[in-house]
């Protein structure tokens, strides 16, 4: 699995006599080049800065011997300055951020523990109102298993918590006050602003759901997080995908790569899309799904773990290529692959949300 290390991008400067810092010859200059003498701790480096050695406290992954290039973005005693790059390396993206750790492997697992939470406390006369309307808004965005709207996935994008905090900046853009109603609204529509609320109210009675509750509200900040810097980065963008199987709910998951404009053109043509789907189902198992449109052509394949469902799968293979005619597609190689082991499925797309040379990919924010 990959693990991912959101770094700061802020680096504040100090004088080691603890004097009023001064920038030497251009004390207005808001671009400077330095050099990284040595990194002390996680948060401290020492800098060669227009002939001057200086302190830096910082959160940027810094290495010895980096030539590094600096932006002003506070003057002052200790002035603030923002990494622009390293050795040639831009460093843009979000704003200014605490420096945190994001392991992969966890996003997924947080989300599915609150799914099995609600499977395993099904009864509705010991449920409570609160997690009754989080169960109801899980059943309204999830993908049942005979929906075939094709709009659904809009919904559920919009509603599942991933444009939660664009929702509320549009609405307090568009209004000079928002009613307690309109709030109330906006939250009961939303599975993240649900879970935030449900989670600070859940007394000591069921504790396990709090805390159950706030774990999946991180997760799903973390995954907006990795979005929104591997969809600038490589036009990826991984979803959750809730799924309702008679009673019981699962999570899938949903990998959508566009790709970026110039690799489109040099490697795979234009207009192509990359579509890949991990989902559990009850009574088919596990099922791995990688497919590619371009130009309404539509062709891929399906690997699943159980000789039963490939063969229901090869039986239904006409139904689908009939529903793509329907929707207006050119239905292309359709396969259906049984894999040796449940082993051979991977279990997160987490993986290939980047192109990491090793197990630790550094992004600067």
């Not at 940027?60 to 603030?80: D, M, S």
């Not at 790059?85 to 609150?114: C, E, M, R, W, Y």
């Not at 709207?149 to 559920?156: A, E, G, R, T, V």
């Not at 110039?262 to 088919?284: T, Y």
Request: charged residues 20%; hydrophobic residues 40%.
């Amino acid at each position: 699995m990959v693990a991912f290390v959101i770094s700061s991008s802020e680096i504040i400067l100090q004088n080691y006599r603890q004097a009023e810092f001064q920038l030497p010859s251009a004390a207005k200059q808001t671009m400077l080049e330095a050099k990284v003498l040595s990194v002390k701790r996680p948060d401290y480096a020492e800098l060669w800065v227009q002939g001057q050695k200086v302190r830096a406290k910082t959160y940027a992954p810094l290495q010895r011997g980096q030539q590094i290039k600096l932006a002003l973005t506070k003057a002052g005693r200790q002035p603030i300055f923002k990494l622009v790059s390293t050795n040639g390396s831009n460093h843009s993206g979000l704003p200014n951020h605490s420096a945190g750790f994001i392991d992969g492997s966890q996003i997924f697992a947080k989300l599915t523990a609150v799914m099995n939470y609600f499977n395993e406390r099904s009864d509705p006369n010991v449920t409570s109102a609160s997690v009754k309307q989080f169960i109801a808004r899980i059943r309204a965005i999830a993908w049942q298993s005979e929906d075939g709207n094709i709009d659904h996935l809009k919904s559920m994008v919009k509603n599942s918590g991933l444009m939660w905090e664009n929702k509320l900046a549009r609405s307090l853009t568009a209004a000079q006050q928002l009613s307690l109603n309109q709030v109330d609204r906006m939250i009961a529509d939303d599975l993240k602003a649900l879970a935030l609320k449900i989670g600070q109210t859940t007394g000591t009675s069921d504790s396990v759901l709090g805390r159950g509750l706030q774990s999946f509200s991180e997760a799903l900040e973390n995954l907006q997080v990795l979005n929104k810097l591997t969809a600038e980065e490589f036009g990826r963008y991984l979803l959750p995908l809730p799924l309702v199987e008679n009673t019981d709910f699962s999570l899938g998951q949903l990998l959508i790569d566009i790709g970026t404009r110039a690799k489109a053109r040099a490697e795979r043509g234009p207009d192509l899309i990359r579509l890949a789907f991990l989902l559990e189902m009850s009574n088919l198992g596990k099922i791995r799904g990688d497919f590619t449109v371009q130009h309404q052509t539509v062709q891929g394949t399906f690997d699943v773990t159980c000789k039963d469902t490939q063969t229901l799968m090869v039986n239904k293979r006409n139904d689908l290529i009939a529903k793509l005619n329907e929707l207006n597609f050119n239905p292309g190689d359709i396969q259906i692959n049984l894999l040796s082991s449940e082993t051979d499925l991977e279990q997160s797309f987490i993986d290939q949300m980047t192109m990491p040379s090793d197990k630790m990919v550094n992004i600067v924010i």
